[in-house]
């Protein structure tokens, strides 16, 4: 691993138990999902206290560059969809939103729309999405790489219907379908045959946000979701705080035995982070939902956890911090498919955890990790924002660890490093 490239970031070090309120950022998930669907929509909308970060950024700019309009100008992001055009280049960067949510909208447009990203996006699992998309209609020409890059080839219009799809390694290839199949003509109706799809919140999400727009899913059934061929109505949508963003700061509770609380923690929502609430309290904090917010307050103690996180596997980097802190032996499972994350997360945990002097071994869908005392030294992010995450936890008991590209957490986060050292 080659740190010349970038500035080592010394971690922040915890000199007494953390006591803090935090506002956060809005969610990732959120916004790309508004945002693809104000696009798609009847008329102009807006998107409210929206995320500005590098992934939806470039959602933003994909979606202007097949001919919506998007004012990123305020807090407030303003869109008015257009005519679909094509004869244009998508930057997907490493956001597994852009890769996978634009190209079923790529396919209205009325040319070809070339598709690449950042040298790692080319190893992200992109091959379900073509293959559904053909099977809807769609041209595409991948020179039978299965990846980025690739061109869709629009013709302005896509006749949609029925396709089965392998969803078993990311939830974001139904999402993906369903987002653009109202304006399909025959709507989609898309199953998924393949081991269990991960990440069901986030589709819970996605056709929660389509429903609110007026739009017509059925889910009643496992594994299989029809939307109807219909308008996607404009609105006028507030975002989100980012739940699983959350997750480091929250965590800094439990690691120091302090207290966090998060504002603005929505009593119903569809982010998968709201799960750190039991995750966090099965670890040995008091968590509570109030009006100020959600907090969680640590013990200075922190259990093991023995905890299939199939649904929430975007928690891992952090919460398997938490378990290299703790005092008793965890086993994270059901999370094979966080390989094809920003990086392979199970690999890199391991990795980097272990140069600390961890007790970590990778298994086929997750991570066995044992107390072991930790040592300061470099972490490797590997481009993936939330090994940084994973690593401010850990320096705030461990002294002397150094973050290796902090600045990857602009993915979902910009200022994140700074955000820690005004807390601290
Ligand atoms: O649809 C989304 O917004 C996301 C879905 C999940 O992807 P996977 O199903 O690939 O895990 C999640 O991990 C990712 O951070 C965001
Ligand atoms: C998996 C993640 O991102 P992406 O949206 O790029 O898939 C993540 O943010 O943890």
């Given at each position: 691993?080659?740190d010349?490239?970038?500035?080592l ?7 007494s ?5 935090v506002s956060?950022?809005?969610?990732k998930s959120?916004?790309n ?21 590098r ?9 202007t ?7 990123t100008t305020g807090d ?11 004869r ?5 960067g490493?956001a ?8 079923p909208?790529?396919a ?17 699992p992109?091959h379900?999405v ?5 099977g809807?209609g769609?041209?595409?020409d ?6 980025l ?11 949609g219907?029925?396709?089965?799809i392998?969803a ?7 999402s ?6 109202a304006?399909?003509?025959?709507g ?5 045959d393949?081991k ?11 056709v929660?946000?389509?429903r609110?727009?007026?739009?017509d899913v ?15 109505r404009a609105?006028d949508?507030?975002?989100?705080p ?7 700061f929250?965590a ?9 609380t998060?504002?603005?923690w ?14 966090l ?29 199939h ?9 398997a911090?938490?378990c290299?802190l703790?005092s ?7 999370i094979?498919h966080i ?6 997360r199970?690999a890199?945990l ?5 140069s ?8 086929d869908d997750?991570l066995?990790i ?21 690593a401010v936890?850990?320096?705030?008991v461990?002294?002397?660890v150094k ?10 986060f910009?200022?994140?490093a ?7």
């Amino acid at each position: 691993m080659n740190d010349a490239h970038h500035a080592l970031w010394p971690a922040p070090h915890a000199a007494s138990p953390v006591d803090t309120t935090v506002s956060l950022p809005g969610s990732k998930s959120l916004t790309n999902r508004a945002l693809v669907l104000a696009a798609v929509a009847d008329g102009p909308g807006v998107v409210r206290r929206a995320l500005r970060s590098r992934d939806t950024e470039l959602m933003a700019a994909a979606l202007t560059a097949l001919g919506a309009e998007v004012d990123t100008t305020g807090d407030d992001w303003k869109v008015s969809p257009g005519a679909w055009t094509g004869r244009t280049t998508i930057d997907c960067g490493l956001a597994g939103t852009v890769m996978r949510f634009v190209p079923p909208v790529a396919a209205l447009a009325d040319g070809p729309v070339i598709f690449d990203g950042d040298p790692h996006a080319r190893s992200r699992p992109m091959h379900e999405v073509l293959r559904g998309l053909r099977g809807l209609g769609v041209e595409i020409d991948d020179e039978d790489r299965g990846t980025l890059p690739f061109t869709v080839l629009g013709t302005g219009s896509v006749r949609g219907g029925e396709v089965t799809i392998d969803a078993s390694a990311s939830s974001q290839f139904i999402s993906a379908l369903l987002l653009a199949g109202a304006r399909y003509e025959q709507g989609v109706d898309v199953r998924h045959d393949g081991k269990p799809v991960p990440s069901l919140p986030h589709i819970e999400m996605t056709v929660d946000q389509l429903r609110q727009r007026g739009v017509d899913v059925d889910d009643s059934d496992a594994n299989h979701w029809r939307v109807a061929p219909g308008p996607v109505r404009a609105t006028d949508v507030v975002v989100e705080p980012d739940l699983s963003n959350a997750a480091p700061f929250l965590a800094s509770a439990l690691a120091t035995g302090g207290r966090v609380t998060v504002r603005d923690w929505p009593a119903h929502t569809t982010q998968a982070g709201n799960a750190l609430r039991e995750i966090l309290s099965l670890m040995g904090a008091d968590v509570s939902l109030g009006d100020d917010g959600l907090t969680v307050r640590g013990t200075g103690t922190i259990s093991g956890l023995d905890y299939d996180l199939h649904d929430v596997g975007e928690l891992t980097p952090v919460v398997a911090a938490l378990c290299a802190l703790a005092s008793s032996p965890s086993h994270l499972r059901g999370i094979a498919h966080i390989r094809g994350h920003e990086t392979d997360r199970l690999a890199a945990l391991a990795t980097e955890l272990n140069s600390l002097g961890g007790h970590v071994v990778e298994t086929d869908d997750g991570l066995t990790i044992r107390p072991a005392h930790l040592d300061g030294g470099t972490f490797h992010t590997y481009a993936d924002h939330r090994m940084a995450h994973a690593a401010v936890v850990l320096g705030l008991v461990v002294r002397g660890v150094k973050v290796e590209n902090v600045e990857t957490t602009a993915k979902t986060f910009p200022g994140f490093a700074d955000a820690w050292s005004r807390l601290l």
